[in-house]
């Protein structure tokens, strides 16, 4: 069985950083491409960043040059660094994978950009 597990989340002031992470089971882990999308309230759910098996990284323009994705297929981890943080990076941040054709998602972690 598919699981994802967030962690990291929290309050952090305007210009602050935090990391997020993902624990993956179920899957061989370094085989597959991982995403990290956020919903912030009364908003879609968006695609944030993506990291392929290969390490290939994607990034909306909203979070270039501040986010990085990265993996540890040791620790069947992935997280996202998020420097210099604006208010409107307040969301809650998911992971995702596709695995047979499939979506699955973890429950979320709350990240809260605020003074």
């Known amino acids: 069985q598919v699981r994802l597990g967030e962690s990291g989340g929290g309050l952090v002031q305007p210009g602050g950083s935090l990391r997020v992470s993902c624990k993956a089971s179920g899957i061989n882990f370094r085989l597959y491409a991982l995403d990290w999308y956020r919903q912030a309230p009364g908003k879609e759910r968006e695609l944030v960043a993506s990291?392929?098996?290969?390490?290939?990284?994607y990034y909306v323009d909203s979070v270039q040059d501040r986010f990085t994705i990265s993996r540890d297929n040791t620790r069947r981890t992935m997280y996202l660094q998020m420097n210099n943080l604006k208010p409107e990076d307040t969301a809650v941040y998911y992971c995702?994978?596709?695995?047979?054709?499939?979506?699955?998602w973890g429950q979320g972690t709350q990240v809260t950009v605020s003074s």
């Open positions: 995702h994978t596709r695995h047979q054709g499939r979506d699955f």
């Open positions: 990291i392929s098996s290969d390490h290939n990284t």
